[in-house]
């Protein structure tokens, strides 16, 4: 009877604490070996992923006839720079298994709908945020450019590893989490806070506040490097808010339809003082 019980509980998608936490160890520990393995390759794509990183500060000494060069301030900095490389990289290339797991381990849960919505969420999401990421790639000899060409020309400049693969890394990720906004504000409508004319109308501060992330992203004076970054995310917002809008009226007319049937099913009983052809009189 216990084993029963317990079949027909999975078979609707219930699972008790322990239940929870074994998939969740299962889960973690796939994501795990795949991040190892997929490090092996970052190991080997690091020194390549290096040298088109550092390749904006050696054109400085042609460009800005200066010394430019990257400095490693300690024994271990070059080693760990190699490994935060590699890292960088094995997360990217595994992300359709570690995603997947999350996906795993959320889906039971959800119902049918939400499992689509969230589903179409991460299938675009991951894109555009890779897609971001190589966008910053693009800009970034034009920041390292401009920011080195205020030092006095007389002056050398050494950069330290870490320091630039800080820069760089941090810049890619922001760039990536603002091509994904837009796709957050489609995700908000689908779950019913935000409504699509909300975000249409609000477009002044929203291109506002793109264009301040631009220019926190790039440095101010880099009106072009600006203007690559704020320009596909002002299309990307507005594309958002016409999805928004179409989901809006298509879901407004089903409510409406829903509505219109069940107002004809309650008319009989919602008119007073009418009496059908055999009731008495």
């Avoid at 299962?26 to 794509?45: D, H, T, Y």
């Amino acid at each position: 009877m216990a084993e029963k019980a317990r079949k027909k509980r999975n078979s609707e998608g219930r699972m008790s604490l322990g239940e929870h936490l074994v998939e969740l160890r299962k889960r973690l520990l796939i994501s795990a070996i795949a991040i190892v393995i997929a490090l092996v390759a970052g190991w080997f794509l690091s020194d390549w992923v290096w040298d088109v990183l550092r390749q904006p500060v050696i054109d400085i000494q042609e460009q800005q006839g200066r010394n430019a060069q990257i400095n490693y301030g300690d024994i271990t900095s070059a080693f760990d720079t190699k490994v935060q490389i590699a890292l960088f990289i094995a997360i990217l290339l595994a992300c359709p298994v570690w995603l997947y797991q999350i996906w795993a381990f959320i889906a039971p849960g959800l119902t049918r709908k939400e499992k689509l919505t969230a589903f179409g969420f991460l299938g675009t999401a991951v894109p555009l945020f890779l897609l971001g990421a190589y966008a910053g790639w693009l800009v970034i000899p034009n920041i390292v450019r401009l920011l080195t060409s205020f030092a006095p020309q007389e002056d050398a400049a050494f950069i330290t590893a870490r320091g630039y693969l800080d820069f760089a890394i941090k810049l890619l990720l922001a760039i990536g989490v603002g091509f994904v906004m837009p796709v957050f504000l489609v995700f908000l409508n689908f779950i019913g806070v935000l409504r699509g004319k909300s975000i249409l109308k609000s477009w002044r501060v929203a291109l506002l506040c793109i264009i301040l992330f631009a220019g926190i992203a790039t440095p101010a004076a880099d009106l072009m490097s600006m203007f690559l970054l704020a320009a596909p995310i002002v299309v990307l917002y507005f594309g958002a808010a016409l999805v928004t809008i179409l989901h809006d009226r298509r879901v407004d007319k089903r409510q409406a339809k829903e509505l219109a049937e069940y107002g004809l099913a309650e008319e009989p009983s919602t008119r007073p003082g009418k009496r059908g052809a055999g009731d008495a009189v």
